[in-house]
Structures are given as structure tokens and as C-alpha cells.
């Protein structure tokens, strides 16, 4: 069933389900698509009906495994039903996340679609010291395989890797796009400039690119209608440099040797102090910035640049507060700035420790 008026189409389009279409980039893609003379129809798919006019509605959860079912008269199918956010509990949100492409790829074979875009992040090419800058979208994928969110992107390029065997004839794109940043955006990149200083480390160059989800959702177009290959990068042209980045937010910031950050951080994790694994600082410490050169090529440009996403970022999490990754009170977050950058972090995860106690 239809919300809205549904204008008519070209016989001959293709059909494009959007999975995770009641919100964020989903919504977004859906609205875009719906709007194309080139797309016969937009179905949008989500757990919940949402409000984007002009579109076909099946309310249904990505990793119900009668997915396929309501697939029947797709051509093309995105998977945008992501979950992202650093409070979400790791086995839950690898279990929706993985289970949820899988499914996708499974019922897109089942039901012969002919095509699944399935989108990541470039977090799986990994973040190092030795980094190229930008890397290459052809470039290897270095992250570590553990529990962190990119784990889970890194098992959803296994199932891309591996779909033309086990699914023959059907066609899986992956786009990656860099540190996203924008509405309803929460992830280990965006809680980063929620701290009261900017964390870096001893020796490194760190390169910050962003991508925001309306340049996302403007690629994903592009890549459905104009069938771009993949493996495809999607971010702001260039990167900003450290000193550019405090300009910007306006936030002083603090070094700190190596083996310090990343031995703290694997400490209070393992406590359960923080919500991300010590590797996921090494996204905001290290450069991992991409080169879009299949976009580029098929003649994309982001609306964006880093410094104004940079600055949508700093709108989006005005009033928020974090310590190492974790959401704090204001009061907490002066005094630990004021305390300096070590004990800043020790001190805000005791205080912490103190507050579930507390709660017991």
C-alpha cells in the first residue's frame, strides 16, 4: 500500500527496495529515488511504515526469512538497515547487522533480483600509522576482525565476497562511506568531538574525512541508476589535517604516547567502562581516507566539504558530552577536562563505575 500519491512510471524501469527506509540515509534514498523518472517504483522496507510519499510500503523486518516474499517484483535491492550507535550491545548489533545482509542476500537470490548494494565502511580498509593518503577503493582490508563495529562491516564484505559463488547470477555492490556524520548520526567517530579535547597520538598525522548522509544517500542513487560497479568510496573531497580540525570545532586538543591511549582504552572496555574495544581509537587517531574514484568517474560530487561537515557534526552533537567514548553530564566532562587528559579518562570511568553501583 502506497502512502501518498504515487506518480506514474516508465514501464521499463527498474524496481529498487530500500531496506531501514523509515529513517536516517534510508529515508533520505528512498525520497530521492521516488522522485527519479528512470525508477518504475520505490518499495521501501522497515520494521515500521514511515513517511516518505510516493512509495510502496512492506512493513517488514530485514531478517524475517520470509523477506523473500516480498520481493517478487524487485530488480534492485540496498540494504541501509544498519545499526550503528556505540550503545548498542555488540552480540545484538552484529547479530542485526550481519544476519540482516545475510538475509538480504539471500531472499535478493531467492526472489532473482538481480542486484543487492550492501553499505559498509571504509573503517574496513583499517586505520594505521602507514596508512596511504587517500587509499585506494581497490586497496586491502586491514581491519581487525574482533567485536568492534567494523568486525561486523568486515563479515558483510565476506558475505559480498563470497555471494557469487553461493548465489550465481546475482550481483552485490558494497559502498563505503567514510566517518559519517549528520542527523541522528551516533557512532565512536561522532562521540570523538563530543569530548572536551581532542584525543590524538604521539607520531601520528591523522587525516580527517567525513561523509554526510546526504551525500551518501545522493551516491547511492547514482550507483542504483547508473549501475556503477563496485567496491565503491564514498566521502568530502580531500581531508583536514589536526590543526584544521581544532580551528574548526574550536577544541583544544591533547597527545598522549601509543601505548598508552590504546592500553587504557583496552582496560576500561574490558571493564565494561567504555562502549567501544580499544582498536576503535585508532579511527580517531590514525588517517583512513578514500579515494572516490569510481563516483568521481561516473560524475558525482559531494555538496559536501569536510569543513562544512565538520561543522554539521559540531551543530548535531552541541550539548553532548563524552569521555573515551562514553556519554557524560556536563559537570562530569569540565571536571574532566580540568584534570587533565589521563586522568580525565580514568576518572570518568570510575565515576561511572560509582553511578551503576549507585543504581544496584
Given at each position: ?91 545484538d548489533r ?230 573515551v567514548g ?17 586522568v580525565a ?16
Amino acid at each position: 500500500m502506497a502512502t501518498g500519491k504515487v506518480r506514474p512510471r516508465r514501464s521499463k524501469g527498474p524496481v529498487v527496495a530500500v531496506t531501514g527506509a523509515a529513517t536516517g540515509v534510508g529515508r533520505l534514498l528512498a525520497a530521492r529515488l521516488a522522485e527519479r523518472e528512470e525508477i518504475r517504483k520505490v518499495v521501501a522496507i522497515d520494521g515500521q511504515r514511515g513517511d516518505v510519499p510516493g512509495v510502496t510500503w512492506r512493513v517488514v523486518d530485514i531478517r524475517d526469512p520470509l523477506l523473500s516474499n516480498r520481493l517478487s517484483d524487485v530488480d534492485v535491492i540496498v540494504n541501509l538497515d544498519v545499526e550503528r550507535s556505540p550503545e548498542a550491545d555488540a552480540r545484538d548489533r552484529r547479530t542485526h547487522n550481519v544476519r540482516g545482509a545475510q538475509t538480504a542476500v539471500t531472499a535478493a537470490a531467492a526472489a532473482r533480483v538481480r542486484r543487492v548494494v550492501l553499505v559498509t565502511s571504509a573503517m574496513v580498509y583499517g586505520a594505521g600509522p602507514d596508512n596511504g593518503i587517500p587509499l585506494n577503493e581497490d586497496a586491502p582490508l586491514l581491519a581487525e576482525a574482533n567485536a568492534s563495529i567494523a568486525g561486523d562491516y568486515l563479515e558483510i564484505e565476506d558475505l559480498a565476497a563470497n555471494a557469487p559463488v553461493t548465489h550465481p547470477g546475482l550481483e552485490v555492490t558494497v559502498v563505503r562511506p567514510a566517518a559519517l556524520v549528520g542527523p541522528g548520526i551516533d557512532t565512536v567517530i561522532t562521540r570523538h568531538f563530543e569530548a572536551p579535547r581532542l584525543l590524538s597520538v604521539k607520531g601520528s598525522t591523522p587525516g580527517w574525512q567525513f561523509c554526510h548522509v546526504e551525500d551518501l544517500a545522493s551516491a547511492l542513487e547514482l550507483v542504483v541508476v547508473e549501475d556503477v560497479p563496485g567496491p565503491v568510496a564514498v566521502g568530502c573531497e580531500g581531508w583536514l589535517g589536526a590543526e584544521e580540525v581544532i580551528e574548526i570545532t574550536g577544541k583544544r586538543g591533547f597527545e598522549l604516547p601509543a601505548a598508552l591511549t590504546f592500553g587504557m582504552a583496552q582496560r576500561l572496555h574490558r571493564l565494561g567502562m567504555t562502549p567501544a574495544p580499544a582498536t576503535d581509537l585508532t579511527y580517531v587517531t590514525y588517517p583512513w581516507v578514500v579515494d572516490c574514484a569510481r563516483l568521481r568517474a561516473a560524475g558525482w560530487k559531494p555538496a559536501y566539504d569536510n569543513a562544512t561537515a565538520l561543522l554539521a557534526l559540531m551543530e548535531e552533537t552541541a550539548g553532548r558530552h563524552a569521555v573515551v567514548g562514553r556519554r557524560v553530564g556536563g559537570k562530569e566532562a569540565t571536571m574532566a577536562t580540568a584534570a587533565g587528559a589521563t586522568v580525565a579518562a580514568i576518572g570518568a570511568a570510575a565515576a561511572i563505575r560509582r553511578a551503576r553501583k549507585r543504581r544496584r
